[in-house]
């Protein structure tokens, strides 16, 4: 085991991450960032659709481009990158890391996790079969690997994710037989719907799948509809060839170091389930520890970067390394950036369901 | 053998040219691309089994994509239980079907 000590450590090198380490490195900071995967950059390398907002969101640039220009940065800006490490604790002592079978203890002034959230499961029967995958693996394979997860493909969740991971597989070739969803309306933007209806994608609305069907891996996808519960109507099932099943129904952020850390947590459903208690500085329950991302609530990656940004300024003021007047200003435009980014029915009712986590933050005295 | 390769992509344009390798699964040759995962030169190959359970045999394939959910590990080389979605292709890899905890 080896002893070693930085002045701000980041956990996760997704957009949140990165963010973070190029914030804290722009005030002088010594930062070391900290990956499990093999290059950073998170899962937006597998993004390559152009994301919305304005020029300063990265608005019409597409996911792999905004991975690359804020690894150039933090490379560009001397950030210590320690990739194919494993961050497994954070303990009074520091954190541990694991890398190539070492064991390092890094004590740090200041924590900041940014670990990202992972895609939730949909239990039915055969769930459990080769071909069944998340729309995220199935991103990762056709946009990043070049390689299609099979040919006739349904689409389980029509969130965003869903109705992304459908066209992107059908412009790598796949045909999508149908993109299905519980609830009585589509979950993501009509944008994204659109671009699957003009393709003749049939989007079924009050739909579940009942079966992934199939000896060593999916042959055919049973569905039927849905009641006002979300509940199979007997009967009503129908099979549709298949052999690749996509799973989009949601995703959780990613917050067992923070748990095992002793951070606070509430529940919030807009936000995708358990999240840290953090003020506005991103700082959690634990003095020095901060969270960013997805693992603060389950957002586009143009918010992650907005949070890892504030996290990292946040950092570098209280290592002294920027005055307090000077984040403040950084934190605040960041913050409108948000804002700005988070306006209209969807993101208004996160912004609320975040300013609801803000609030319920213990204050000191 | 089937090929699920994107040749040619509407945004990302022709395939990159890269160094081919072989890995060997269940000791037949399987062509892949330099720099890829080996879950993603076994689903070009059209395979989908990597392990099967420890109780019923009940097959398991690729399902998370990022190495967390542990149904893509797999024997490489002789060692069990490698996510083989977070573990790149090397030539002349050998990689098998791990059945239960091997």
Avoid at chain 1, 57 to 82: K, V
Avoid at chain 1, 349 to 362: E, F, G, I, T
Wanted: with cysteine; net charge negative.
């Amino acid at each position: 085991m080896e002893l070693l000590e930085r002045e701000i450590v980041v956990i996760g090198a997704g957009p949140a991450g990165l963010c973070a380490a190029i914030e804290a490195r722009r005030t002088g900071a010594e930062v070391m960032l900290v990956d499990e995967n093999s290059r950073p950059g998170g899962q937006l390398f597998k993004q390559i659709h152009k994301f919305f907002g304005s020029s300063e969101h990265h608005a019409g640039t597409r996911g792999y481009d905004i991975a690359s220009e804020l690894c150039r940065q933090a490379d560009s800006m001397g950030t210590e990158m320690w990739l194919d490490t494993v961050a497994y604790g954070i303990f009074p002592e520091g954190v541990g890391l694991v890398k190539n079978g070492e064991n390092y203890i890094v004590k740090a002034k200041k924590i900041i996790v940014a670990a990202g959230g992972s895609e939730d499961p949909a239990a039915f029967k055969g769930s459990t079969l080769p071909g069944v995958i998340t729309a995220g693996a199935a991103q990762t394979l056709a946009n990043v690997d070049r390689v299609l997860p099979g040919k006739k493909i349904v689409v389980l969740g029509s969130g965003n994710v869903g109705l992304i991971a459908a066209y992107q597989l059908m412009q790598g070739g796949a045909e999508i037989m149908a993109v299905v969803e519980k609830k009585d309306h589509i979950g993501g933007y009509g944008v994204h719907a659109a671009k699957l209806r003009r393709a003749g994608v049939p989007i079924l609305t009050e739909s579940v799948v009942t079966e992934a069907v199939g000896k060593d891996s999916v042959e055919a996808v049973t569905i039927s509809a849905a009641d006002a519960e979300g509940r199979p109507v007997p009967g009503s099932e129908r099979t549709i060839e298949a052999d690749t099943l996509c799973i989009a129904v949601g995703m959780s952020p990613l917050t067992e170091l923070l748990w095992q850390a002793g951070a606070k947590f509430s529940y919030v459903q807009e936000l995708g389930g358990f999240v840290p208690l953090h003020d506005e500085h991103m700082m959690t329950t634990l003095d020095g520890l901060y969270a960013a991302g997805d693992v603060t609530g389950i957002e586009e990656a143009p918010i992650a970067m907005e949070e890892g940004n504030i996290a990292g300024i946040s950092a570098a003021c209280a290592c002294g390394h920027i005055g307090p007047d000077a984040a403040a200003w950084l934190c605040a435009a960041a913050q409108q950036r948000i804002r700005s980014l988070e306006s209209g029915s969807f993101g208004d009712n996160r912004w609320a369901a975040r300013h609801r986590l803000l609030d319920s933050m213990p204050r000191k005295e | 053998m089937s090929d699920l390769s994107i040749k040619d992509h509407p945004v990302l344009g022709p395939a990159p040219v890269r160094r081919r390798v072989t890995v060997y699964y269940e000791g037949r040759p399987v062509e892949a691309a330099e720099g890829e995962t080996v879950a993603s030169a076994l689903t070009r190959a059209g395979i989908k089994v990597f392990r099967t359970t420890e109780k019923t045999g009940e097959p398991r394939g690729l399902y998370c994509g990022m190495g967390r959910c542990s149904d893509c590990m797999m024997v490489v080389d002789g060692e069990p239980n490698v996510r083989t979605c977070v573990t790149p292709v090397r030539d002349g890899m050998r990689v098998e079907i791990q059945h239960g905890l091997a």
